[in-house]
């Protein structure tokens, strides 16, 4: 009994940390704060609720595949997070909510225009 | 009826996953609206974690097992495609072809 609320915890509180990312995707000013919004809290949310379920279920197999999946995604998401910013850096998207100095400046080199006005540019050069 | 309603655990999985509903309609919503590329990208992400949570929900609602294995597998080729996408948008946003 103790192990099934336990588990409906976990659940819950995965579930809200996935309405919480959904959130933070739907609000915040420019791609890199939606990410920031969707790689952390994503995470601990579905890896929340997997947790859950291993508790509930309390199996051999379901431990095992649960378990694996936790640790894909704390393995793939950060990797998968990385790259994805710095192609929006590199890209030129905006970035309405930055606050402060740019810190990537002359470290990496970065589009002046977005990738939006570099498609719209290449469409228009070959009709 | 797939979920046993007289279990108030699984009932309150069952919950879950129309509350679960709210998120995927707010990354749908961006996913549409965009303005950008990469806004999309991100929201694709972020689908496939909620994916991942869906799945899982699914295990404990009805308690067929085979539900864990679809959210490893949807977990894994999302990372694919967003390494894939990336390198598309880094490509793309330099000038190339």
Redesign the interface.
Known sequence: MIL?IL??IL??G??AF??L???G??RFAD?LQ??HA??KA??V??GL??A??IV??R?P??TL??L??IL??LL??P???H??G???Y?????LDGLRGVDALQGVL?R?PI???E??DA?SERRP | MIVDTTDP?RL??AI?LV??M???A??C??LIVGP????R???L??LT??A??IA??V??ATGR?EF??V??GS??I??VG??A???F??R????GK
Do not use: H, Q
Request: hydrophobic share 60%; proline share 2%; net charge neutral.
């Open positions: 099934e588990a409906l659940k819950v995965g579930v996935v309405v990312a959904a959130l995707v739907l791609p939606r990410m969707s790689t994503g995470t949310g579905a609720v997997i859950g379920v509930e279920m199996t197999d379901v595949v649960g694996a999946t894909f995604l793939t998401i990797i998968a997070g790259l994805l710095r192609a929006t590199v890209s030129g998207a905006r080199e589009n977005t990738l939006e570099a498609l290449d | 655990f309150a999985s879950l509350v679960v709210i998120p995927l707010a990354i919503w961006r950008t590329v990469v806004d990208a991100v929201a992400d972020m974690g909620i991942v949570a899982a929900l295990v404990s097992r864990l294995d959210a490893f977990a894994l999302s990372f967003i390494v996408l990336s390198s948008i880094v793309k946003g330099r000038g």
